[in-house]
Structure formats: C-alpha cells, structure tokens
C-alpha cells in the first residue's frame, strides 16, 4: 500500500478533510507491480479517485485501475521491454467538487542492462574513508585499492560495469549518455550529462570492463585517462581478491577523445556526493535519431538504499556484476534491508571488482574471461612540451600472461619518430598534436594509448624565482603569485617559462635584517633559468627605482641543473651583501638573446 515517505494531501471543505498517502512507485520491464492508494473520507462524503498523466494526460497503456471505491484504489502497472523511463502522473480525489492532486512517480527500469553503476565516492573534499580511522583495519574499511587514505579519497568520481549479455563479448557505447544528479528528488531531473565520444574504443568495449570516471587528474590526486590500465580478462575468476576475469579503464570527464565535450554538461564537474546521488544511463535509440532508450537506472542513494551513505563512505554494489543487476524491489522485498544489493561502505576499489563480507569476498567476474588479456601501457607520457625543445617518451608495457609486446604508432606529427618503445623529437609550433600509440602481443590483442599533446610557444623570458632565504620579516613570493603580471602564475613558470617582453625585471621587497649565507650577512635569491634563448643577470639597487640598478657586489653562482618537461634548467643563487642601515634590493633581469 502506498504510505511512503510521509506524503500526505489535505482537502479541506465541507467541514472535513480527505487525504491520501503516496509516494514514488518502482515498476520493471516485463514485470507485473500492484500497488494500492488508500485515501479516507470524512462521513457524509463521497470521494471519487483518478489517475492520470500530469496535466490531464492520458495514461500509458500499461497503466491500469481495476479498482477504486470511496476508501482506496489498486493500481496495476505492467510496462513492457522499452517503457523504461521516469512517467510523472496524477491522483485525483474529488469530494463534494472540490479536488486533491497529488504528484504520483511511476520509474520504470529496465529489465535487464548492458552497463550497470558499481560505486561511486561520497567522501567529502575534506574528509577521509571511515573517518581516516588509523590503523586502517584488516578487512580494508578506511583505505582505497588505489588511492590509499587520503583527504576526498580521489574526488568526485564514479564506476560502472560493462555487463552487456552477461558473456566476454563486447558493447557498443558510441554516443551514451550517463546522466548525473546528486541531491535527487521523486523526479529524477539530471544536473550533469556525460555524452561518450564516438572514439572507435567505444565502439567494442569489453564486457567485463570496469569503467571508472574521474573529476580530477592524476596531478591532482585523481587519475588521467587510462585504457586498459589493468587488463586480467585472461586470468581465472573468481570471488577470491586479486581473481581475474576484468580489464580497468578510466575516463577524466574531461577528456575531449574520449568524451563529446560540446554535447556534455559538466561546467566546471560533477556533483558526486553524500546526499542521494543518483545515476542514469542511456542510449541511442536505433533507427530514431535524436531519441534514447534507458540501460539503467536511475539507482542510487535515494532509491537503494533510501538514506545512510554519509560523506566518509562509498556507494557500492555488494552482488556479482550481471545484466539482471537493478535497485528494483517488489513491495514486499523492500521491507527488509538485507534484501538489498547497493550499500554503503566504508572501503572502497576504485579500478577493481567491489569487496564485501569483511573484504574477504571480491566481486566474481568468472563470466567475461576470455582466451587473452590484452597488453597495457605501465606508464603515461607527458602531455606538453616547449615548442621547439627535445620531447621524449619511452613507453613500459606489461602482458599478464607473458606475450611479447610490440608498440606501435598510429598517429604522430611528422616532426615525432617512433623507435622501438621510444617516441621522441624537438616539439612542433605551438598548437595541439593528436598522438595514437598502440601496444599489440603475440596474439593480437590491442591497447590504445591515444592524447592530445599540447606544444607551448618558446619563452623569451625564463628567469624564474624556485626558492630563497631572505632576511628575517621580508617575506618571499608565493608560488601562485604573478609577480610580472603575465597571466602565468610563477608555479607554471618554474614549469614551462614565461611569455614576456624582450627585457624584464622582477623585484624583492627591501631587506631590513640579516641572512647568514656561508659566513656572510648577505641577501639570497635562489632562481632557474634556462640555458639559451635568454641571457640573465642579477642586478642589486638600494631602492627600488628605475635607476641605480647595477652588479657591483653581487655573486652569481651555478648550484646545479634540473630537467622539467622535457627542458633543462640552470638552478643558480644570486647574492649581495647587506648590513642593518642600508636597504637593499636584488633583481633578476633576463633579456632575450
């Protein structure tokens, strides 16, 4: 009977009031659902019920009311294979001409899905699995797989199952929609949109991938694109941790290869958290252009479980992954709660089958192994360069039943060259390069490692501040700063240079104590530069005017090299020699060449 959630319609007239108590109703494809609306009637009056589509709509065809008298009504739903989907309807009680209208949430789900939601992270920015409880306990609770125990434990992401018919074949993904909604209410209304690319990877994605979607990249404490960062379709499965029968790959969302990113929306993320979550996925409907078909969903927080993932645990699926995997329910199943297969948890396995009973149960993929894994690529290049400068990368392969690996390119700039396992050449104009290697074994099987590598214009101007010792109350320059006013902060400096005019200049505030540097009471800049293009001078001045800049007195001294992004720095300290009566101001002064 519905008496969900404490909705309650009130009509007052006539001296009395009639109510009805309603609520979301849940149906599935192919599946018969009964539902029954109890309304009650104050004496002498007489209450006639309707359902129907909001607005006055006419009903779905699979929507019937066999029933209904002064006191309640039944309600037979039996949508068919393709009526997935959210239907908004109506009651309708009328007493005495004065009418009740209440909302009535009809969510169809599918019968059977191709992809189904696996987990997702709740844990807040500032926050840590279970708490941060240290030591982290045998069973796993307060630790990720792959990210350990850290603050938001990896940010906003997600993880599906590619399932499709239950058996290792393959999934054509090209153009899904994976809709977002975190604070979700009766009417699943998306706030995010993932729209897949028309990549050819998502023409055939494996059955049995785990598909992880992250917010933040790998610098960030999250992870970059990564196809098949694991690969173990070719090992046993099983429900024993670290069994086989799975191939891992992630997506940052905001990859545009791999995902459409005009037809997304996503602003500046996704909204994934503690307060009901919820997912959809979809997609395109063959033959209708324009039109989806539901795969799953909406599931999440809000709908199975109803309430308890809070903002140190993870949304998990504890079942083993099967097309038959929904948050469906009858009536009578959703009374208890150890009927249900999504929780919360307090441990989590991004990347990895789902853990569960004390983390000595592992999610059992046995159904999608298949003859071969294919090889993966261990590590990831670089994905900007200094027009102009040596670029490099040598790439790592692995293959989990031991075949020979071969790596090979598909697509790369003419001004790149491919040897062995070695891409390497002097960065092209400044611009973005599609760049397609491909690591094939023995027996065939491919992996793609496909990005856009991003040339940076050369710098004039690369002098910048990395770290000094000042006198004591001088202070120093932030790393986020943009002391020269460019637009790049002095972090982004240290890493790639600077554009800038032919000559500029850079000052430190007045120096009004002392610093001890080998003996000496001197002023000390520690600063980077590189080693052509630019010619670079320490200049001291006892104001910071612009004239009365000069060398005199100052020492200028290597301390070493540093390689970053494929550039070689000079690290060197620049000093001058202070006293507690005069002001004193160093300078870097780089000039082009």
């Known amino acids: 009977m519905d008496r969900f959630e404490g909705h309650t319609a009130v009509v007052t007239g006539a001296g009395g009031g009639i109510g009805t108590e309603i609520a979301r109703r849940f149906a599935r494809e192919g599946a018969v659902t009964a539902a029954t609306v109890d309304y009650r009637q104050d004496q002498g009056q007489t209450v006639t019920f309707q359902l129907r589509a909001k607005g006055g709509g006419a009903l ?257 699926l504890e079942a083993e992954p099967t097309p038959a995997i929904s948050p469906y329910l009858d009536e009578a199943a959703a009374q208890n709660p150890l009927n249900f297969i999504y929780d919360d948890g307090k441990g989590s396995t991004f990347g990895a089958p789902n853990r569960f009973s004390g983390g000595t149960q592992a999610q059992d993929f046995s159904p999608y192994v298949s003859a071969n894994s294919a090889p993966v690529f261990v590590n990831q290049p670089a994905k900007t360069a200094e027009a102009g400068a040596a670029y490099s990368f040598t790439a790592t392969t692995q293959d989990a039943e031991g075949h020979a690996v071969t790596v090979s390119a598909v697509s790369i700039p003419g001004w790149l060259l491919l040897t062995g396992n070695t891409l390497s050449g002097a960065a092209g104009p400044a611009g973005s390069y599609l760049i397609e290697l491909r690591a094939t074994d023995s027996q065939g099987a491919v992996t793609p490692l496909k990005y856009t590598l991003t040339t940076i214009a050369s710098a004039a101007y690369d002098a910048t501040f990395g770290s000094w010792a000042s006198a004591a109350g001088q202070g120093s320059i932030a790393l986020n700063s943009d002391a020269d006013g460019n637009g790049l902060t002095a972090l982004l400096e240290y890493a790639y240079g600077a554009a800038a005019p032919g000559s500029i200049s850079r000052s430190l505030l007045p120096a009004s104590s002392t610093t001890n540097d080998g003996g000496t009471n001197r002023l000390v800049l520690t600063y980077f530069t590189r080693t052509s293009g630019v010619t670079v001078a320490p200049e001291v001045n006892t104001s910071l005017g612009t004239n009365g800049w000069g060398t005199n007195g100052v020492s200028n001294t290597l301390v070493g090299t540093l390689t970053t992004n494929n550039t070689t720095l000079q690290q060197r300290r620049a000093s001058v020699s202070i006293d507690n009566t005069n002001s004193k101001f160093l300078r870097i002064k780089a000039t082009s060449q």
């Open 60 to 316: 779905p065809g699979w929507v019937d009311v066999p029933f209904a008298s002064g006191f309640f009504a039944d309600i037979d739903l039996s949508p068919q294979a393709g009526d997935a989907g959210v239907y908004e309807l109506e009651l309708v009680l009328t007493a005495n001409g004065v009418q009740t209208v209440e909302p009535y949430t009809v969510v169809v789900l599918p019968a059977t899905s191709e992809v189904i939601l696996n987990e997702y992270n709740a844990v807040s920015s500032s926050n840590r699995l279970n708490g941060g409880v240290i030591p982290v306990p045998p069973d796993g609770d307060g630790e990720d797989t792959f990210f350990g125990s850290v603050d938001g434990n990896g940010g906003d992401w997600f993880e599906l199952v590619v399932v499709g018919d239950g058996t290792a074949g393959t999934v054509d993904m090209r153009g899904w929609k994976i809709e977002i909604k975190e604070a979700a209410g009766d009417v699943f209304v998306p706030q995010d949109t993932l729209v897949l690319s028309q990549d050819s990877y998502w023409a055939a994605v494996p059955n049995g991938t785990i598909l992880t979607f992250t917010e933040k990249t790998t610098a960030e404490g999250g992870l970059d694109t990564w196809i098949h960062k694991t690969d173990r379709r070719g090992q046993a499965g099983g429900s024993i941790p670290g069994a086989g029968g799975y191939v891992w790959s992630n997506i940052n969302i905001f990859d545009a290869i791999y995902l459409d990113q005009a037809a997304s929306t996503i602003g500046g993320g996704i909204g994934v958290g503690s307060n009901n979550t919820q997912f959809r996925i979809l997609k395109p409907r063959a033959g209708s252009p324009g039109d989806y078909d539901v795969v799953a969903g909406p599931v999440g927080e809000g709908i199975q479980p109803l309430s308890g993932v809070n903002n140190t645990e993870v949304f998990e």
